[in-house]
């Protein structure tokens, strides 16, 4: 590849949008465009520099620190690669959407590689006083099947237990869709009866039943443009389900009381807490509805599968909840939340914060107003308090994994934190937990 081939590269994404860079194979960085400059650089210049120094203050590749890396895997494919990352930026780390794409010289080899970055706007790594929050691996692995699915039109369905933010998700797919200057529509399918469910998702004429004294607009013209969420839709009546199925496969409706099928134009998302496969195995589900709506299915993680974003979360709902702004949690009431499990997931955990928030009166909240209402903790005297303790003589290998896991929810899930507080390296670290993953 010519220089002067390269200096028209450069030239070109230089004149674009969105933040990119130029690298050859070996991670070094040959140039950066003025959007990545102004966006992603600490101030200093990043040409020669290794990418994964100035994305993640790492000392090694990516991949070599427990990371994906899609520079490896567009090598090794020779084909671009798109990856989620947590990046550093000047405003904080933040979960920034990357691919890499080969960049063939005149003989067909690849000699370059353009990485774009994009930011993702509806999901922060820090507390944040609105939308998604969380940062451990079982939070990103969801958050980057959204970014995926976003752009497109295809139906998804979001699987989790109750309480583990299914709306939250579902509005991020929507905002970060062609769709995001249309409206969002929420529909709760539970205890829908056969006319509320047409007369509120189809409308009515005016005269189409008693009390009907005008036309009335259904929710799925409402959605016109944008995004219909049916939330709780394991719990839709069969009846109803023909209904709503009809409506998937026709693209058309019709108003309660109407004569003429009116064209709709809404992206679908549905959410539920039940099995869907086993509820079509008994014949409680349509099996050509379940079909239509799991084009793409999305796992929202239960708060114990991604319980080193408790301490995150918890800053973060009591900014939503606390009408005393600026208060904080002290250590003993983050250490005593991350070791409990929430068996209504976020939504207990909000309701925990909320009422603590309540009970307590100076500029820190405490263990003590998180135990104070609460139906099922410790007798007096034996609350953690926020330490690490054990109840049995264990093996040395079993009580490095379960140090590590009390350490790993104090630092926030911060691994460069964690490795600093331990005294090793990030490398030794990843190795650790991989290992206390893998057990």
Not at 28 to 50: E, K, Q, T
Not at 120 to 140: C, I, K, Y
Not at 202 to 228: C, D, P, S
Request: hydrophobic share 40%; charged share 25%; net charge negative.
């Amino acid at each position: 590849m010519t220089a002067h081939f390269l200096s028209e590269l450069l030239s070109f994404l230089d004149g674009l949008p969105e933040p990119r860079i130029v690298m050859n194979a070996d991670y070094r960085i040959i140039a950066a465009n003025a959007a990545y400059l102004r966006d992603f650089s600490d101030g200093r210049p990043v040409a020669g520099r290794f990418c994964y120094e100035v994305s993640h203050h790492f000392e090694m590749p990516c991949d070599q620190a427990g990371e994906s890396c899609p520079l490896k895997q567009s090598m090794a494919a020779a084909a671009p690669q798109r990856v989620l990352h947590l990046h550093h930026t000047p405003r904080g780390e933040e979960h920034v959407a990357v691919e890499t794409t080969p960049i063939r010289d005149d003989q067909g080899k690849v000699a370059y590689f353009v990485e774009t970055m994009r930011v993702v706007r509806q999901a922060s790594s820090r507390p944040a006083a609105q939308g998604l929050v969380g940062r451990s691996p079982a939070f990103v692995g969801m958050l980057e099947k959204v970014m995926r699915v976003a752009d497109s039109n295809a139906a998804v369905l979001l699987l989790g237990e109750t309480g583990t933010g299914k709306e939250l998700v579902a509005h991020a797919i929507h905002e970060a869709s062609a769709r995001d200057d249309g409206p969002f529509v929420a529909v709760d399918c539970a205890g829908m009866t056969e006319t509320l469910f047409e007369s509120e998702l189809f409308g009515y004429e005016k005269g189409a039943f008693t009390g009907a004294t005008h036309r009335k607009q259904g929710l799925v013209e409402a959605a016109e443009g944008g995004t219909l969420f049916l939330d709780e839709i394991g719990d839709l009546p069969l009846a109803l389900q023909v209904k709503l199925l009809r409506l998937l496969e026709t693209g058309t409706y019709r108003r309660v009381g109407g004569l003429d099928w009116l064209p709709a134009n809404f992206r679908l998302v549905c959410a539920t807490h039940r099995d869907l496969r086993a509820m079509v195995q008994a014949e409680t589900f349509r099996r050509d509805l379940y079909f239509r709506i799991n084009t793409f299915p999305i796992h929202t993680p239960a708060l114990h599968e991604r319980a080193d974003d408790i301490p995150l979360l918890a800053a973060s709902l009591l900014e939503r909840v606390d009408r005393k702004p600026g208060r904080r949690l002290s250590a003993a009431a983050l250490g005593w939340l991350a070791g409990r499990r929430f068996s209504g997931n976020i939504r207990e955990l909000r309701n925990l914060i909320e009422r603590a928030s309540l009970l307590a009166d100076g500029e820190t909240i405490d263990l003590v107003h998180l135990t104070e209402m609460a139906d099922d903790v410790l007798p007096a005297g034996r609350e953690l308090r926020g330490g690490f303790q054990v109840s049995e003589v264990v093996d040395l290998a079993g009580l490095e994994r379960r140090y590590l896991e009390w350490a790993r929810m104090r630092a926030g899930g911060d691994s460069a934190v964690l490795a600093n507080q331990l005294g090793v390296s990030q490398r030794t670290l990843y190795r650790k937990l991989q290992a206390l993953r893998d057990g």
